[in-house]
Each structure stands twice: as structure tokens, then as C-alpha cells.
């Protein structure tokens, strides 16, 4: 079965979805007046600058690809739709989103679902990277374990 997209692509996309992420932890330590969750998700944020950096080294590793056909471009995006859980990303960036998130108590639920869908998709990108690669990104999932365990333990602190 031939690759439904290259590599460079995948490492593109997970720099997009880490700038989101990031976007996201960034207002929330800006909104929020809790300084533990301010400490917390700032934290969180310049986690994902580093991914950022790391995800746009592993791009830059790979060549660049000329246009692919229709079909091509049909197939990666339903694939993506299907491993990504968009739905997640979905104003994002917006304060309103990030208040309500933080009125309604689900900023520890959001960001953990944030922390899931990257280590599914930086699994789903390993079989692409060459070894020296494939050992950063899977710091970065051990990164996201971490970061998954740091939110559940606040989430429980705040609500105990």
C-alpha cells in the first residue's frame, strides 16, 4: 500500500495542531486568576514551544513535495479527520471559548483530550521518522503522558 502522504506533511500538521494547543494554554493562563492554574498551563505553553521547535526541525529534515492529485488530497484529509478529532480545535484560540471552558469547570477535561490527541497522532507518525527522529518524538509522548498526569492531578485538587 503506497503512503497516503509524506512525511513532511504529517510533521507540518503537528506543528499546527502544537501552535493550537499552545494558543490555547496561553489564554488560559492569561484569563485565569487562579495562580496555580496560571503556573500550570504556562507551563504548558512553553511545552508546546518546544514542540513546535522539534516538530519544525523534523519538517525541515524532509524534502519538500511537488502537488499530489485530487484524489491524494481527498484521501489525506479524510485519514487526518480520522486519527484528528478536529471538533477538539474549534475556536480554540477565541477568549470566549477559553472563559466559558474556564466558567464551566472543563478546562482540565479539554486539555487533557489536547495531550491524548497529540500522543495518537505522534504515534501515528513514528513509522515515517528516521531513528534519531523517532527518539525525540517519543520523548514528546512521554512529554504528554506527563502533561496528562499534571492536569489530572490539578483537576483533582480543585475539585477535592
Not at 485519514?79 to 471552558?101: C, G, N, P, T, W
Not at 505522534?122 to 521518522?129: A, D, G, N, V
Request: net charge negative; charged share 35%.
Amino acid at each position: 500500500m503506497a503512503a497516503l502522504f509524506s512525511a513532511r506533511e504529517i510533521a507540518a500538521a503537528a506543528v499546527e495542531k502544537e501552535k493550537m494547543r499552545r494558543a490555547f494554554y496561553q489564554s488560559v493562563a492569561e484569563l485565569t486568576t487562579d495562580e496555580k492554574l496560571k503556573a500550570l498551563f504556562t507551563f504548558l505553553k512553553e511545552e508546546e514551544d518546544h514542540h513546535v521547535h522539534e516538530f519544525e526541525n523534523i519538517r525541515d529534515h524532509f524534502p519538500e513535495e511537488g502537488g499530489h492529485p485530487e484524489e491524494y488530497v481527498e484521501d489525506m484529509e479524510a485519514y487526518m479527520d480520522s486519527v484528528i478529532d478536529d471538533r477538539l480545535y474549534a475556536d480554540i484560540d477565541s477568549e470566549a471559548f477559553v472563559q466559558k471552558a474556564l466558567g464551566e469547570g472543563n478546562v482540565f477535561d479539554m486539555a487533557i483530550g489536547f495531550e491524548k490527541d497529540a500522543i495518537l497522532y505522534f504515534r501515528e507518525f513514528l513509522p515515517f521518522l528516521n531513528s534519531s527522529d523517532r527518539t525525540i518524538v517519543e520523548k514528546m509522548i512521554d512529554e504528554e503522558k506527563g502533561h496528562i498526569r499534571k492536569l489530572a492531578d490539578m483537576k483533582k485538587q480543585v475539585a477535592g
